[in-house]
């Protein structure tokens, strides 16, 4: 048989800790079995109203979407009806005022009794008291403070967050569940949000590391232009040229310029000496330029590249997630310590 919400009118709803507290114990009634005793009683009629305003029966605002008639523990509470038109005959234009039983008796929704198949019944109920609501405030309160730490503190240790949250999330509105839950779990996001603090930080350290790098290039500039210096070679190269031609002919007049053969050899060996002390002067700079090279490619590897944008980016939608909870909870407990406004219907 198909069921219709009756909606209730805000004015006529129960007080919040009857709501908070009792509401999350409903069921569902199941398709095709009576209940044996009425679980809601109908108070009387209230003022009639003009009979060309009826009943919003498909507004979302009163019944659970796709077909689920659940009761809404934020909002107005409902009554179930076999039929649509059942729903509205007999109510429309009037207030209907639905009163939440203290404690919900499962057994008196089952047509036998359970200790007849050997079964015992456990019955939970939870009362609706003024200490469990102040105990809820309570612990929202201490969420919010929590999520008033900065998000690189939050994912490290957001452990404390669930362990609040966890016990109170039945008794919580949907929409303040949804934006709570993620919070809990704010520590899958450690790892990114920590390596992107620890990026900017990087980055933050950055210039005196490339002056520190600009520096040694100069230096090693300096050093490949002293290694890169071939003036001495050059002008020591046509001395060992014409030295060189001089070889030859002496070696055809060998027998008559012995003597001066001689002091040419001399001067060749002379010549070659200082070429040799060059290159030996030179080993120093290129080792030094390889010993530079190698801290020049040490330091480049310590270089963070790319922006800040999209580590912000990370930061920011956690963050997102802690604004969005951190509003959510202060308005749910705005609401909930302000006096409760009449909604028209």
Avoid: W
Wanted: hydrophobic content about 40%; some cysteine.
């Amino acid at each position: 048989m198909q069921m219709a919400p009756v909606p209730v009118y805000q004015a006529n709803a129960p007080s919040f800790d009857k709501a908070i507290f009792a509401a999350p114990g409903l069921k569902r009634q199941r398709e095709g079995r009576v209940p044996s005793q009425p679980r809601f009683k109908k108070a009387s009629t209230k003022k009639p109203v003009a009979p060309s305003t009826p009943l919003p029966l498909d507004s979302p605002d009163d019944h659970t979407r796709s077909g689920e008639h659940e009761a809404d523990v934020g909002g107005a509470l409902l009554e179930r009806c076999d039929t649509p038109s059942e729903a509205t005959s007999g109510h429309a234009g009037v207030e209907v005022e639905i009163e939440l039983p203290e404690t919900f008796n499962v057994a008196n929704l089952l047509d036998f009794d359970p200790s007849t198949l050997g079964e015992t019944l456990m019955i939970e109920s939870l009362p609706a008291s003024p200490s469990s609501a102040a105990h809820l405030v309570a612990k929202l309160e201490d969420i919010v403070k929590r999520l008033e730490v900065p998000i690189e503190q939050l994912v490290v240790d957001c452990d404390e967050i669930r362990s609040a949250f966890e016990p109170i999330a039945d008794a919580l509105p949907s929409d303040l569940k949804r934006a709570l839950r993620p919070t809990a779990h704010l520590g899958f996001l450690r790892e990114d949000v920590l390596a992107a603090s620890v990026c900017i930080a990087s980055r933050a350290r950055q210039p005196a590391l490339k002056k520190e790098i600009a520096k040694e290039c100069a230096a090693a500039n300096q050093l490949k232009a002293a290694l890169d210096d071939q003036s001495v070679s050059e002008r020591l190269l046509p001395t060992k040229e014409k030295l060189d031609a001089k070889n030859i002919k002496l070696n055809e007049e060998i027998k008559r310029l012995q003597q001066e053969l001689s002091e040419v050899k001399a001067a060749i060996v002379a010549n070659t000496t200082d070429m040799e002390k060059i290159a030996t002067e030179k080993q120093p700079l290129s080792t030094m330029l390889k010993t530079n090279l190698s801290r020049i490619h040490l330091l480049n590897k310590s270089l963070v590249v790319g922006s800040n944008e999209p580590d912000r980016q990370i930061i920011n939608s956690a963050d997102e997630v802690r604004l969005k909870a951190l509003v959510a909870v202060r308005q749910f407990i705005h609401n909930f310590l302000s006096p409760p406004s009449i909604r028209i219907l």
